[in-house]
């Protein structure tokens, strides 16, 4: 079968984040985002696409901060209350019903209820005719120890990420698991070397 191009979303599984930002009027926003990734490793990069006319593109700019929230498919219900065109003014902490997650570094609030949030502040922004990409720096990272294994790594069956692939009139939401299936880093060059494990100790 042969698609339209921009059906990829239908073929791809993209994740689900909320981003939380606050206006200079000190109103909250949320808005659920999937265009979104991290730029290479080891950065400390992260890159989101956004329309032109969004409150939280607006609240980056005027700001520059913002908090990228990673759902549980728990919070699959606030995807849509998240999603809806509510004044400026509205309070979409209060209209959606999420509770804040007090933010360290930054003033813009994270959402309680989700299982790792990153602090960002706005390295740039690339303004083309039909989108910008926000690049975000992540100053801080934090993920809810109920979710990590033993030795530190992300439990894939506890955290449940909430992710979706995009049908013809709406959002299948989905998640992933485990295929005990591993390999390093350094697999991938010759010499076995990871240039860039001393990166990652800690």
């Given at each position: 079968?042969?698609?339209?191009?921009?059906?990829?979303?239908?073929?791809?599984?993209?994740?689900?984040?909320?981003?939380?930002?606050?206006?200079?009027?000190?109103?909250?926003?949320?808005?659920?985002?999937?265009?979104?990734?991290p730029?290479?490793?080891?950065?400390?990069?992260?890159?989101?696409?956004?329309?032109?006319?969004?409150?939280?593109?607006?609240?980056?700019?005027?700001?520059?901060?913002?908090?990228i929230?990673?759902?549980?498919?728990?919070?699959?219900?606030?995807?849509?209350?998240?999603?809806?065109?509510?004044?400026?003014?509205?309070?979409?902490?209060?209209?959606?019903?999420?509770?804040?997650?007090?933010?360290?570094?930054?003033?813009?609030?994270?959402?309680?209820?989700c299982?790792?949030?990153?602090?960002?502040?706005?390295?740039?922004?690339?303004?083309?005719?039909?989108?910008?990409?926000?690049?975000?720096?992540?100053?801080?990272?934090e993920?809810?120890?109920?979710?990590?294994?033993?030795?530190?790594?992300?439990?894939?069956?506890?955290?449940?990420?909430?992710?979706?692939?995009?049908?013809?009139?709406?959002?299948?939401?989905?998640?992933v698991?485990?295929?005990?299936?591993?390999?390093?880093?350094?697999?991938?060059?010759?010499?076995?070397?990871?240039?860039?494990?001393?990166?990652?100790?800690?």
């Open positions: 079968m042969i698609l339209k191009p921009f059906l990829r979303e239908g073929v791809m599984s993209l994740p689900i984040t909320f981003i939380s930002t606050v206006s200079v009027d000190g109103i909250r926003n949320i808005a659920p985002w999937s265009c979104i990734m730029i290479l490793r080891p950065l400390d990069l992260i890159c989101a696409a956004s329309a032109h006319k969004r409150d939280t593109l607006r609240n980056i700019r005027d700001t520059g901060e913002f908090v929230n990673l759902p549980g498919i728990q919070l699959a219900n606030k995807v849509i209350p998240t999603a809806k065109p509510i004044p400026p003014e509205a309070d979409e902490f209060a209209f959606s019903g999420l509770d804040e997650k007090k933010s360290e570094l930054i003033k813009a609030p994270g959402i309680a209820g299982y790792a949030w990153m602090e960002c502040k706005l390295v740039t922004l690339y303004e083309e005719t039909h989108y910008v990409l926000i690049v975000g720096q992540v100053v801080r990272l993920i809810c120890d109920d979710v990590l294994t033993p030795d530190g790594t992300l439990d894939l069956s506890k955290a449940q990420p909430l992710m979706m692939t995009s049908l013809r009139k709406g959002m299948n939401f989905c998640t698991h485990e295929i005990n299936h591993f390999e390093p880093f350094s697999a991938m060059f010759e010499d076995g070397n990871d240039p860039l494990a001393k990166k990652y100790d800690c």
